[in-house]
């Protein structure tokens, strides 16, 4: 047997907050790690929303995966969409343009995440789009600033007013920041961008079948956020269940059990997620059961049971109700890698896994958050320079940090956006906009119902 042959093999499923982390924390592990990923970047999600209201720019929260771990030689990266995971033969199979790899391990630590829930609803998508990925961020800016284009030239008063109707379903802390954002883009950004409309008008609805904003930061928290969003001149309609999604608008059942439909061209789509299928081809292997959300309830080490050599991390795992954030990610990551190089070491194994609760934040408006750290309860300007700090902090690269903090300078202190691109490909309600200008297509080409 070569020395090579010898290096435990440690394969990484995905380069998100879970992937990167337990990569990182192997660096100096006498071990060969693979991390194989169907996207070439980390994403750093909590500010998602920013690069789709064109605050920041994608590389900024999104640098290569590659570049990141350049100097820990014990890494390799490869592009990869993972199929399937043999548990008894011990490899991963992974698909890229076509060519199909089988990559074998001695240990696997699976963090493939999650992905936006339409509860059923997967024809929604295309006519609401939610927040996963760049694509999606990309998407939603080209639909936000592609539709008060379209107002700007439509002579239709009815079609102009959907055009300037931006209906948010989610109000957890993505809708939130996605709602905020919009109206401030509406009437700060916007401003004296137009001749025939003014961006002040437009309408922002944030829907939730729920009958709270921010739910899970209590009830202080939220009344405060709900106060900053309607000052903001945010409509929120609570206890509003969607029925329907389509081209010009959605159909909702109200908190009065009456059902009414709202006109609006831009919908997003911010309301649930559900973690990887490859959750429920785990489970099948072991005989488990994924929960509703399609999440491994994992075993105390995050584990699979029978196979200590299978960690499962981050938003695809369930354990004691830990919440699917960040942190959780993270910390499942690097106490993965410690059992690994605990074991290698012949040393007992660490004890079980326990998450460390942080807190929560989220920005409801320019300069204005919530923040539920511990006991304490934070709101307003506070909490935004704590929101502040800490994405200052866990934000991957100097370079993004110098630069994410300058576009933040530029929209807080100065209104600007400088992010608002809308790429010929782009698909804006029923306009392709092209360099040459708008080429009307009469309908959304990615729409399956057109
Ligand atoms: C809009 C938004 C805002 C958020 N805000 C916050 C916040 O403010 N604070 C907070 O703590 N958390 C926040 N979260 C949640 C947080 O981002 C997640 O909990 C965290 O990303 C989970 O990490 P993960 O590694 O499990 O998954 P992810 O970070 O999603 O990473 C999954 C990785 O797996 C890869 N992958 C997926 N499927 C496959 C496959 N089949 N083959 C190969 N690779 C695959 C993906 O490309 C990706 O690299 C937010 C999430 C979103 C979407």
């Known amino acids: 047997m070569s020395e090579n042959e010898k290096t435990h093999r440690v394969v990484i499923v995905g380069s998100g907050f879970g992937g990167l982390f337990a990569a990182k924390a192997l660096k100096s592990a006498d071990v060969d790690v693979t991390m194989i990923s169907r996207t070439t970047h980390h994403l750093f999600q909590p500010l998602l929303y920013q690069v789709a209201t064109g605050i920041l720019s994608e590389g900024e929260i999104a640098p290569s995966t590659r570049e990141v771990l350049k100097r820990q030689k014990n890494v390799r990266v490869t592009l990869g969409d993972v199929t399937g995971v043999d548990l008894e033969a011990r490899t991963v199979t992974s698909q890229a343009l076509g060519s199909s790899t089988v990559t074998p391990y001695d240990s696997l630590i699976v963090a493939a995440g999650a992905q936006t829930s ?240 942080k807190g929560s934040m989220a920005t409801v408006s320019r300069f204005n958050a919530v923040a539920s750290i511990g006991n304490r309860r934070f709101a307003g300007f506070i909490a935004w320079l704590l929101w502040l700090g800490v994405h200052l902090v866990y934000l991957i690269g100097f370079k993004n940090r110098i630069t994410t903090l300058i576009n933040w300078a530029v929209t807080f202190v100065g209104n600007d956006r400088s992010e608002r691109v809308i790429s010929h490909h782009q698909v804006v309600g029923r306009v392709v906009v092209s360099r040459q200008g708008m080429t009307p297509l009469g309908m959304p080409p990615t729409d399956p119902d057109e």
């Open 118 to 357: 339409y509860f059923g609803h997967e024809e929604w998508a295309p006519r609401a789009p939610g927040l996963k990925s760049i694509d999606d961020a990309l998407e939603v800016r080209a639909r936000i600033f592609g539709a008060f284009e379209m107002a700007e030239i439509e002579t239709d008063p009815e079609i102009r007013s959907e055009w300037l109707t931006f209906v948010v379903v989610g109000a957890g802390p993505t809708g939130v920041e996605m709602a905020g954002q919009i109206a401030e883009a509406a009437r700060n950004t916007l401003r004296d961008n137009f001749r025939s409309i003014d961006p002040a008008e437009a309408r922002i609805l944030l829907l939730d079948a729920a009958d709270a904003v921010l739910g899970s930061f209590g009830d202080r928290l939220s009344a405060k956020a709900t106060t900053v969003l309607r000052k903001l001149g945010v409509e929120v309609e609570l206890g509003a269940k969607v029925t329907g999604v389509d081209l010009t608008g959605v159909d909702i059942v109200g908190a009065d059990g009456e059902s009414r439909r709202i006109g609006a061209r831009t919908k997003i789509w911010a309301a649930g997620v559900r973690a990887s299928r490859l959750g429920r081809h785990l489970s099948e292997q072991v005989g488990l059961e994924v929960d509703r959300a399609g999440r491994v309830p994992v075993q105390d080490d995050l584990t699979l049971p029978g196979h200590p050599e299978v960690f499962v991390v981050g938003d695809m795992a369930t354990l004691k109700g830990y919440p699917g954030v960040s942190q959780f990610a993270m910390q499942g990551a690097r106490y993965a890698a410690k059992t690994i190089t605990t074991r290698l070491a012949g040393k007992p194994a660490p004890a079980a896994f326990s998450y460390w609760d």
